[in-house]
């Protein structure tokens, strides 16, 4: 994880900024700072903790043991963690914290994608599957050419979070062709929902988080865990796995 080498970077800073004639000593004296050297020093102590705050919400963090753990380093003490375990117990509580700030977005986004779907299935132009996939149909295509799980389907599609943010979309680009029946291809949601389509036909699908990604955030993805999504998908054409179109 980058951010947790925030404190190894302003330790080195901090270090190689102190004189090296300073006394050591073994208490730290809490006075305003009035020289430059200790308007520096503490200028680094605020940008941390603030970050620390801001970015990682670290509330309940020890001020008094982040001190002690500079002084310690910077007067060259004999340190309480060894070094190389100071890592290690970085990445833990980060992870820890990460995972406890991840479940309690999830769940508010659970709670609104719930909400949003109890209200949209009284529309009378949206239908819902077993599965709870909600879906309307935009347009008919004339083909009656069904996709089919054996199928390569080539689509266009725009891809929202139920606020209208646009997180993904092919318009003006080239659609996007993959197996249906990849394990891996996209969502659930999604491939239940293309299954009902034929060539030509465009339909929206709202997509609960149990057919999408669930209660996590896919890697350097804008989705917040939890989230329903909403598609709107038009299906372009149909191949089979030799890339022979139908």
Not at 70 to 82: E, S
Not at 140 to 152: H, P
């Amino acid at each position: 994880m980058k951010t947790l080498k925030i404190l190894p970077i302003c330790l080195f800073i901090l270090i190689s900024s102190c004189s090296q004639n300073q006394q050591k000593e073994k208490k730290v004296n809490y006075t305003s700072p009035e020289t430059q050297l200790e308007k520096f020093s503490y200028s680094i102590g605020v940008n941390i903790a603030t970050s620390m705050k801001e970015k990682h919400k670290l509330n309940e963090i020890d001020g008094q043991s982040v001190a002690k753990g500079f002084h310690d380093v910077v007067y060259d003490l004999p340190l309480d963690i060894k070094l190389l375990d100071t890592d290690s117990i970085l990445n833990e509580y980060f992870y820890q914290l990460l995972e406890e700030q991840n479940y309690e977005q999830a769940a508010e986004a659970l709670k609104l994608g719930e909400e949003f779907l109890e209200e949209n299935a009284k529309r009378d132009e949206v239908k819902i599957t077993e599965t709870g996939l909600q879906y309307e149909i935009l347009k008919l295509g004339l083909t009656g050419l069904k996709a089919k799980k054996e199928n390569v389907v080539t689509i266009h599609y725009q891809a929202s979070l139920i606020n209208g943010d646009v997180y993904d979309s092919s318009i003006n680009k080239e659609p996007v062709s993959f197996p249906l029946n990849a394990p891996n291809g996209t969502i659930k949601g999604l491939h239940e929902g293309i299954e009902l389509m034929s060539v030509g036909d465009q339909y929206r699908f709202y997509i609960p988080a149990k057919l999408a990604y669930g209660n996590t955030s896919p890697e350097g993805s804008p989705i917040p865990a939890g989230s329903t999504l909403i598609f709107v998908v038009e299906l372009v054409k149909l191949s089979d796995l030799q890339g022979n179109q139908l």
